[in-house]
């Protein structure tokens, strides 16, 4: 169990790094958010096609197979939680994963494709670009982080009814929790980014505790 605790903290400490590398990426190096125009972006892919797919592939395909392994990990130290609570945290979780890793892939598969059609027709490129992104926004929670939300409040909710982890550490994740489910609310979108950040923090905080304490140390 120890192996698959510190195996657990170190894939939450990767989740926090790739939710750090996608922000810096996203904002700074790609200005993701100013570029609304379907043809400038089809043009950024052309230009920055490799960051783009390193981006798919860090923040999306290889994060959702680590946060299966993190919520495997998770299992097993709140597995004497009310059962249903954490079962459906982890079912959510690997279904999280799951759609993170569709998300990525399903980007990453149009890059090529949407590059060589550019050459030819760029319009009609950044009109399958469109429909591509659309796709791949909607399996990446891009509406919304329901799934991310769940899955930390379920976690966070199961740890304080046996102690797993450090109640303040519940209290941010449960927070973090409805964070997430309230960003799907339309118009309230924007709390996504908030969301991000402070999950940041408890993928940062759970996984120096997973690396440093058992579950009897930390209750």
């Not at 030819?120 to 469109?130: E, I, S, V």
Request: no cysteine.
């Amino acid at each position: 169990m120890n192996n698959l605790q510190k195996i657990g903290g170190i894939a939450a400490l990767y989740l926090a790094a790739a939710y750090l590398v996608g922000i810096v990426l996203f904002l700074f190096v790609l200005d993701y958010p100013n570029i609304v125009d379907p043809a400038q972006k089809v043009a950024l892919l052309v230009n920055k096609q490799i960051v783009i797919y390193s981006t798919n592939l860090i923040l999306y395909v290889i994060f959702g197979v680590v946060l299966i392994v993190l919520a495997l990990a998770l299992y097993e130290r709140l597995k004497a939680s009310p059962p249903a609570i954490i079962q459906a945290a982890t079912a959510i979780g690997i279904i999280w994963a799951g759609s993170l890793v569709a998300s990525g892939m399903v980007s990453n598969a149009g890059i090529a494709p949407v590059v060589a059609l550019y050459s030819k027709d760029p319009a009609q490129a950044a009109l399958t670009w469109l429909g591509i992104e659309s796709v791949a926004s909607g399996l990446g929670n891009g509406n919304g982080e329901i799934l991310g939300g769940l899955f930390t409040l379920l976690v966070s909710w199961a740890a304080l009814r046996i102690g797993g982890l450090p109640k303040f550490l519940n209290y941010l994740g449960v927070l973090v929790g409805l964070v997430g489910i309230v960003s799907t609310i339309p118009g309230l979108s924007d709390l996504v980014g908030i969301f991000g950040i402070s999950q940041l923090v408890w993928f940062v905080w759970l996984g120096i505790v997973m690396l440093r304490r058992s579950p009897s140390a930390a209750a």
